[in-house]
């Protein structure tokens, strides 16, 4: 294995998750050269990889989009059946697919199944990176470096200091399991929506989507809670 490359790119983005992902495709649309680095085989994060659903609301009076980039991931996740209504509620299996449709139409430059290592910093500023793949060791430099791996790794590989959890204690929200649910009645499941759902997930919408056979009910039910596809957890059948 090499351990001698040294990689250099305008903007590098650690992690591909929703936040990632979508800061990348931004700093492309600036007409920055981006590098993506993510350890796991897609886009997308907890949201695809850990079934989290829905989208949730804004809490802002007709729930906005947060940018431009938003409107156009629900737009091209309602185009192919994978979200339904203003987009809250998705296909997790399918999000991965946008978004990745996205960065190459950006020519963003992923490096997928790679693992961050080791950080440098100038004072509080990010300057390096080591990161490790199969294709051996590499030092990564850029310009600007956004630590969007959701746990603040590179801040804390850098020794930077950070805040998590409530002001009080400290105290993160808790860890939960989330699941696809298989062989529902859909019209039964349809007419619940209709007569108990009474929130932004637009159950109309919903129940239409789940009547033209599309794939986004199961993973909208199942939303329980969280479990990241990571080593040593497996999924139950």
């Not at 659903?53 to 980039?69: K, V």
């Not at 296909?91 to 946008?98: A, E, K, N, Y």
């Amino acid at each position: 294995m090499t351990n001698n490359r040294l990689i250099t790119a305008d903007v590098v983005v650690c992690g591909a998750g929703t936040a990632g992902a979508v800061a990348a495709i931004a700093a492309a649309d600036q007409g920055r050269d981006v590098l993506l680095i993510e350890q796991s085989g897609s886009a997308g994060g907890s949201a695809s990889l850990g079934l989290v659903t829905p989208m949730m609301h804004t809490g802002i009076a007709g729930n906005p989009m947060c940018s431009y980039l938003s409107l156009e991931i629900n737009l091209r996740m309602t185009e192919i059946g994978a979200a339904a209504g203003d987009g809250s509620a998705f296909d997790p299996t399918m999000l991965p697919f946008v978004l990745e449709q996205m960065l190459l139409e950006r020519n963003v430059h992923a490096m997928l199944h790679t693992t961050i290592i080791g950080a440098k910093r100038d004072h509080r500023r990010l300057t390096e990176l080591e990161i490790f793949s199969k294709s051996g060791r590499a030092t990564v430099s850029g310009a600007m470096i956004i630590d969007a791996t959701g746990d603040g790794d590179v801040c804390e590989l850098a020794g930077l200091n950070m805040l998590h959890g409530n002001e009080e204690d400290g105290k993160n929200q808790p860890v939960s399991l989330r699941y696809i649910v298989g062989g529902v009645d859909k019209a039964a499941f349809c007419e619940y929506l209709k007569k108990y759902y009474k929130n932004s997930f637009q159950p109309e919408s919903v129940s239409h989507t789940v009547r033209a056979r599309r794939r986004l009910p199961f993973a909208f039910m199942a939303r329980r809670a969280h479990m990241a596809a990571r080593p040593g957890i497996r999924r139950g059948d």
